[in-house]
């Protein structure tokens, strides 16, 4: 949308006045007609004519009006069309988005819906297989109890002994055998048994049984081997169950019971009594008494509870009729009928019931006691967080030892209770907790995702957040037999760890169920000086063993890789530091763990990860997310990544030397973007900060620094490390008072501190604008691009221009430029150019607000002000571009730049200091903007002349004493400069000193003086100093009155072809185009009569290009061009000649016979009298017409008439014009005739140029040499006119 250049007054309307004001005249001058019908017939031709005229005038109006409203209609045609498209095209959006949305909806209720189906049929599964389970243990438990009940009737005879084998060795091996039962041995033991004669070896039998090391699944198989005794030998049960009584006495004496061993040995006589062993009697006694024993020894130190729950989950249901409540709870859920007991009765059940009961409420006080102590030992650890930031070892030790045996504690009386069907006691949580500690951790607790802000958030911005929280899932991409090693390798680990930790007492808070514990504790060594190996050997020589294993498959695999594998790794290795952003590292990531997941490959990850180069600190974020992206399939890299940066670390800080300080701190920096993956602990940072503050020294210093810098605020803000980091930053600056440090460490030290933890700052209460300001706003500086323009203008269009205060609102917001991205400044100006054919005013307001603040910028000259400044001289070079402004504005404010504020004689002044650069970038960036359309006409004349001045401005700055060979002169500067010149002047000799620059100026100004006639004399220069600079300024004006117009056309329509390719597009062109065809068509007699000039501007442009000008070379397209421009001057000739020119004659030539009359003058007719009244007269012609007969009559009117006065002052007037432009024309002669000369010196001292072949075709005019007949063009002869 190009803007159109307003003209001052339209061509044929000035033409028509002119014409009707002059007849008007003309008609008054005329004397009254001797005729009254001649009279009575022109007022009614006039009467006619002016009525036909208002009609014309009328129609053409009503015309203007309906084509304006048919525009207007048809417009809101298409904006009501577009807004309904807009609207079908919005809910077609949003009903899309409400399916989608109704979709997932739909999709994540079937998914839950298939995930509780799931849990359902995966319950119901658990529940039937428990059933079976029940009934067939039920089953098996009966019918091997009716055996042993009717063992005494199926007993073998005498006879059948005597065919078994009675050998010592077998029966020996026998009985050694049964000391080390399992159930993997229970056919062999029972072929055996059924080949060999023990009757002799019952005694050795009963007790290697007593004795063996069972395991809770071995049970069964020691069972079957004793009813197996028992049918066959009738003495087998007297003795077991004697020598049961004194083993059992003999466990009395002993301080700490094997748990394990009790654990089994209570169960196997309980089986024994179910199955009838045993007769119920005896057995229940027994097993009464021992339970007995171990409850009332274990009332308040509950150690046995393992016992307690294993003997309730499997006996429990025979001996004391328990029912679990989860067996209760699938019964009725799943309609399932679960066995009854029928072994023994509900009486001899009861004291059981009531045993374990009183164990279970012990039980529960013990949970509730632990419970609130250890809510008191965290009460305590908060406090002293609070106060010292920090807990000491044994504290915390002692605070995990007893959290660990609480987990213990209540998830063995959460089993109890279930086994018991018993409810849960309940434990309060301890509401003082946050009201002691106060609200200080809340602070930097997280918020929800997305608000995070500079005040509470961890991250600083989201973009942060994504980085460091969401990593790629390798495992959903990756198949799962890539890391299987890596599951092995964990899997072993937590196995290792978990046994570490029964052996110790020690567990992690995820305390495994009871079953797990018991196949934990089944899988160890049950002899009692295993369980008092120490940790710390056993660490040491797992350690020893996983490296002789990892050296071991290192140099199997060394030895079974190909070499194309290892090419592969290599290349990875070396393409990984061009991995700078997120994509890129991930990618990386999931093509390691594709292609290259072997231990060698990842020991050579780590190697190369932990060698980053000390320059590329950029990589260590980058590499960071990379061992966080792998650590769920690969966490051997981030385990080794880190033992190694802790090794380094441990090794700068004990060496305490002052070099490689780049090392140190990249090792820190580091280990601070893993702290923030959560691949280092966050113990371990704040503990490497400890160690660094402990000796607050030269390079530790810089290493806490950068530590604090890399991830100070994700400590600080994290509610975990919050404590201890303050304490330390507070530490740290306590010593940052107390040392004397450098400067440069003082600012370190405060950076890192309140970058941690930055001072409070008061919010400022934003200003609240009223709706129209926010969408003006919007509008400006929001929406406004290239491609908005057209849509921005009609919505500025709509707004209330009525209003006063809206308009003023939208002039300073166009003024405040600098408000805007400065490659959109053109933007505006687009935009404005466009509103001011609908809202004139505004233009001029704008134009002034923003030259106002151009000014203000050079008389406040504050460096605050320097974009606000650039901006400004941006848009109004801009405004230039849109035809708002013209070029004496720009000119005007290019050498107040230069000049406003400098003091003639070169000291410093206040507006302008001397270091003070800042107008040379001012005048760079209005002619980057609109100087290239400075390149004809009077403009580029304009343009020459001043960078004569801007050039001995640049000097006069250049030599002040403030630039030195310290301090040298900004090189910013002289290639900004350069960069102007070329693009504007790429042919221009540059001045290279001060004294050159004003010798140019000096000669600029003498050749304007002598061009004024003003500098002839030498000696009279002094004397007219002041009347130089009104000559100066009087020529300025001539030049542009004689080329103002055709400059500011040419201007204008340059601007348009010239158009930078960044502000327009296809359709600004082609609107150009075409504005530019309709003004050339409009102005074809003005640039006629202006050929002249233009043929004088291009042969002086063929004198300066000749010297260095292309050569031409013939070719078929300039035959094509040729013809075709003959062709079309043609046809617009022809076109032309048929109209019909119709020229309005003003003047009435006198006829030839009367004009030799008026010089010889009337015949004298008297005294002295008549020739003064003649000398008082003026002399007319008056024309008159009788028939076709024209009649001239001579009348003298007095000059004291107002008709002879007004012609008498413009003959008066013309006389003096038509000197003047004789003077100027003798003074062209004269200059040309100069030029002629130095061409002839110029060619006589040069080669001959080649002549341009281009004009051969078409021959110039050549205008003749000489002075010309200045009579005869100004027609100064007497020429008289009739009025």
Request: hydrophobic share 30%; net charge negative.
């Amino acid at each position: 949308m190009p803007a159109e250049r307003k003209k001052s007054v339209n061509m044929d309307e000035k033409e028509a006045s002119s014409i009707s004001s002059k007849d008007k005249e003309s008609g008054d001058r005329r004397p009254a007609s001797t005729r009254e019908k001649g009279k009575e017939d022109s007022k009614l031709s006039s009467k006619k004519d002016n009525l036909k005229a208002a009609e014309e005038k009328k129609r053409r109006l009503e015309e203007e009006k309906r084509k304006k409203e048919e525009k207007e209609r048809k417009k809101k045609e298409e904006e009501k069309l577009k807004a309904e498209e807009d609207q079908k095209k919005k809910e077609e959006e949003e009903k899309i988005k409400q399916e989608e949305e109704e979709k997932r909806l739909q999709e994540e209720e079937e998914r839950r819906q298939r995930e509780e189906e799931a849990a359902q049929i995966k319950e119901k599964e658990e529940a039937h297989q428990l059933h079976q389970e029940a009934w067939e243990r039920h089953q098996s438990r009966k019918e091997l109890r009716s055996k042993n009940q009717n063992a005494q009737d199926g007993r073998p005879e005498e006879t059948f002994f005597s065919r078994l084998d009675s050998s010592l060795k077998k029966n020996t091996a026998f009985v050694k055998k049964l000391k080390t039962i399992t159930e993997q041995q229970r056919d062999s033991l029972s072929s055996d048994f059924s080949s060999l004669n023990l009757s002799k070896y019952i005694a050795e039998a009963v007790g290697s049984v007593v004795e063996a090391k069972l395991k809770i699944s071995d049970v069964n198989c020691a069972v079957h081997l004793c009813s197996l005794f028992h049918q066959r030998y009738a003495e087998f049960a007297p003795l077991l169950l004697q020598s049961w009584k004194k083993h059992f006495e003999a466990r009395k004496e002993e301080k700490t019971p094997n748990v394990s061993k009790l654990r089994t040995d209570l169960r196997f006589i309980a089986e024994l009594t179910i199955v009838g062993i045993f007769t119920d009697k005896e057995g229940l006694s027994l097993i009464y008494e021992q339970l007995k024993n171990i409850i009332n020894t274990d009332r308040e130190t509950h150690m046995h509870v393992s016992v307690v729950i294993s003997f309730c989950k499997h006996c429990g249901d025979d001996i004391a009729g328990l029912v679990p409540r989860k067996v209760k709870l699938a019964a009725e859920k799943f309609g399932l009928s679960f066995p009854l007991s029928e072994i023994i009765n509900s009486e001899k059940q009861q004291p059981f019931q009531n045993l374990l009961r009183e164990y279970f409420t012990s039980l529960t006080k013990h949970l509730k006691k632990d419970h609130r102590e250890l809510q008191n030992i965290e009460r305590q650890n908060r406090r002293i967080l609070h106060s010292k930031g920090e807990l000491s070892e044994d504290r915390h030790k002692q605070y995990e030892e007893f959290a660990t045996s609480y987990q213990k504690l209540l998830a063995n009386t959460q089993s109890l209770a279930d086994l018991l069907d018993e409810n849960m006691p309940e434990l309060p949580q301890d509401k003082t907790v946050q009201e002691e500690h106060g609200p200080g951790i809340d602070i930097f607790t997280p918020g929800k995702p997305g608000e995070y802000d500079l005040e509470g958030g961890i991250w600083e911005d989201e973009d942060a957040r994504n980085f460091y929280e969401n990593m790629v899932d390798l495992k959903a991409f990756v198949p799962a037999i890539l890391f299987k090693d890596n599951e092995k390798m964990s899997q072993n680990k937590d196995n290792k760890e978990e046994a570490k930790e029964v052996k110790d007492g020690k567990d992690n808070k995820d305390v495994p169920s009871t079953e797990e514990l018991e196949m934990e504790l089944e899988t160890l060594d049950i002899n009692d000086d295993t369980l008092e190996m120490d940790a710390v050997d056993e660490a040491e020589a797992d350690d020893l063993t996983k490296k002789l294993l990892d050296e071991q498959e290192q140099e199997d695999e060394e030895a079974s890789t190909g070499s194309h594998l290892k090419l592969i790794v290599d290349a990875f290795l070396q393409q990984l530091p061009n991995c700078v952003n997120r994509d890129l590292i991930d990618k990386a990531a999931m093509d390691f763990c594709m292609n290259m997941n072997t231990k060698s490959n990842r020991r050579k990850l780590v190697r190369a990860l932990f060698t980053v180069p000390r320059q590329r600190l950029d990589l260590l974020p980058f590499y960071a997310r990379l061992v966080a992206t792998l650590h769920p399939c690969m966490s051997d890299v981030a385990e080794d990544l880190c033992s190694m940066l802790k090794g380094d670390f441990r090794f700068h800080v004990r060496k305490k030397d002052q070099i490689n300080i780049e090392t140190k701190n990249k090792t820190v920096r580091f280990i601070g973007e893993l702290t923030k993956f959560k691949m280092f602990s966050k113990s371990d940072t704040l503990h490497c900060l400890k160690m660094l503050l402990s000796d607050f020294s030269h390079h530790h210093i810089e290493m806490a620094c950068t530590l604090l810098e890399t991830s100070g605020r994700f400590l600080f803000r994290t509610p975990e490390s919050h404590l201890r980091t303050s304490v330390l930053l507070e530490q740290m600056m306590r010593k940052k008072q107390a040392m004397h440090l450098d400067a440069r460490y003082v600012t370190m030290v405060e950076n890192a501190y309140y970058y941690c933890n930055p001072p409070p700052v008061e919010k400022t209460v934003r200003r609240k604008r009223p709706p129209l300001q926010e969408y003006i706003r919007k509008l400006l500086y929001k929406d406004l691009s290239k491609v908005t323009t057209e849509k921005v203008l009609r919505q500025m269009r709509k707004l209330p221009w009525q209003e006063p205060e809206a308009k003023n609102y939208l002039i300073c917001c166009m003024v405040n430029i600098w408000n805007l991205k400065y490659n959109s400044i053109h933007c505006v100006a687009n935009l404005l150019a466009g509103l001011v054919a609908y809202q004139e005013d505004v233009g001029i307001h704008v134009v002034d607000g923003v030259l106002e603040d151009i000014r203000l910028g050079m008389e406040v000259n504050q460096p605050k002000f320097n974009q606000r400044r650039i901006s400004s001289a941006k848009f109004l070079g801009e405004l230039y571009n849109y035809r708002m402004v013209e070029s004496a504005v720009i000119f005007r404010t290019l050498y107040s730049f230069i000049s406003f504020g400098v003091n003639p004689d070169g000291t410093a002044s206040p507006l302008d200091p001397p270091e003070h650069l800042f107008r040379i970038r001012m005048v760079c960036t209005v002619l980057d903007t609109c100087g290239q359309y400075f390149d004809r006409g009077s403009s580029k004349r304009k343009l020459d002349c001043f960078l004569i001045y801007f050039q001995r401005y640049i000097w006069w700055k250049k030599s002040l004493d403030v630039w030195t060979e310290g301090h040298p002169f900004p090189i910013d500067i002289d290639y900004m400069l350069s960069d102007t010149l070329e693009l504007l002047r790429p042919k221009m000799k540059l001045c290279c000193s001060l004294e050159e620059a004003i010798r140019q100026v000096t000669g600029l100004e003498r050749e304007f003086l002598v061009k004024l006639g003003l500098a002839n004399d030498k000696d009279s220069k002094d004397s007219s100093s002041i009347r130089e600079g009104e000559a100066i300024e009087e020529e300025d004006e001539d030049d542009d009155e004689e080329g103002g117009a055709e400059t500011e056309e040419q201007s204008g329509n340059e601007s348009e072809m010239n158009e930078p390719e960044e502000e327009g597009s296809e359709n600004e062109e082609e609107e150009r185009e075409r504005e530019r065809e309709e003004e050339e068509e409009e102005n074809t007699d003005y640039l006629t009569d202006s050929n002249k000039e233009n043929e004088t501007d291009e042969e002086n442009n063929e004198v300066t290009i000749k010297g260095g000008g292309l050569k031409h070379v013939a070719c078929a397209e300039d035959e094509d061009f040729i013809q075709a421009l003959d062709k079309m001057m043609l046809e617009n000739l022809q076109q032309r000649s048929g109209e019909s020119v119709k020229v309005h004659q003003l003047d009435v030539a006198i006829p030839l016979q009367l004009k030799s009359q008026l010089k010889k003058g009337p015949p004298p007719t008297g005294g002295g009298e008549g020739d003064t009244e003649i000398a008082d007269t003026m002399q007319f012609v008056m024309l008159t017409r009788k028939g076709n007969k024209q009649q001239f009559k001579i009348l003298n009117v007095p000059l004291s008439s107002h008709l002879a006065a007004n012609h008498f002052s413009q003959q008066q007037v013309e006389q003096e014009e038509r000197m003047r432009m004789k003077k100027l024309t003798l003074d062209i002669n004269e200059r040309q005739e100069q030029e002629d000369y130095q061409e002839m010196l110029q060619s006589l001292a040069q080669r001959p140029a080649p002549a341009n072949t281009n004009r051969e075709r078409r021959p110039r005019y050549q205008h003749p040499k000489g002075a010309p007949n200045a009579d005869l063009i100004f027609k100064t002869g007497g020429r008289y006119t009739y009025k």
